[in-house]
Nanobody
C-alpha cells in the first residue's frame, strides 16, 4: 500500500514558477516509480514525467521537457515537480502517482496509487 499527498499548487502568471511536492509512504521504495500526471478540463489525463525512486532516473513528456524537473528526497520520502516558464496550457489538476516496476512509466492506467491532486492555474 502506498499513500500519496500532493501540495504546492496555486495561481501563477505565465512565465512564472511553482514547485509541487508529493509526500509518499510505502513499505518499500526499491522498485517504485513515481509519476506526475495532469488533467485539464475536458481532456484526458496525460503523463508529465516520472522518476525511479532507486537511482533517480527521470523521463519527461515532450511538452514539459526543459521546463519541468522531477526530483526526490529519499530522506524525507518526498518527490518534487519543479515547474518553470509556465504557460497557460499547463493549467490542470496535477496528480502524483506511484507504481511498482519500471515498465509503462507513461501510462496512467498502469499506476496503482494516486494522490488527491492539486490545482495549477497559469494566467496569461
Amino acid at each position: 500500500q502506498v499513500q500519496l499527498v500532493e501540495s504546492g499548487g496555486g495561481l501563477v502568471q505565465a512565465g512564472g514558477s511553482l514547485r509541487l511536492s508529493c509526500a509518499a509512504s510505502a513499505r518499500t521504495f526499491n522498485t517504485i516509480v513515481m509519476g506526475w500526471f495532469r488533467q485539464a478540463p475536458g481532456k484526458e489525463r496525460e503523463f508529465v514525467g516520472s522518476i525511479r525512486w532507486s537511482g533517480g532516473t527521470t523521463h519527461y513528456a515532450d511538452s514539459v521537457k526543459g521546463r519541468f524537473t522531477i526530483s526526490r528526497d529519499p530522506a524525507k520520502n518526498l518527490v518534487y515537480l519543479q515547474m518553470n516558464r509556465l504557460k497557460p496550457e499547463d493549467t490542470a489538476v496535477y496528480y502524483c502517482a506511484a507504481k511498482y516496476g519500471w515498465s509503462s512509466i507513461s501510462t496512467h492506467s498502469d499506476y496503482d496509487y494516486w494522490g488527491q491532486g492539486t490545482q495549477v492555474t497559469v494566467s496569461s
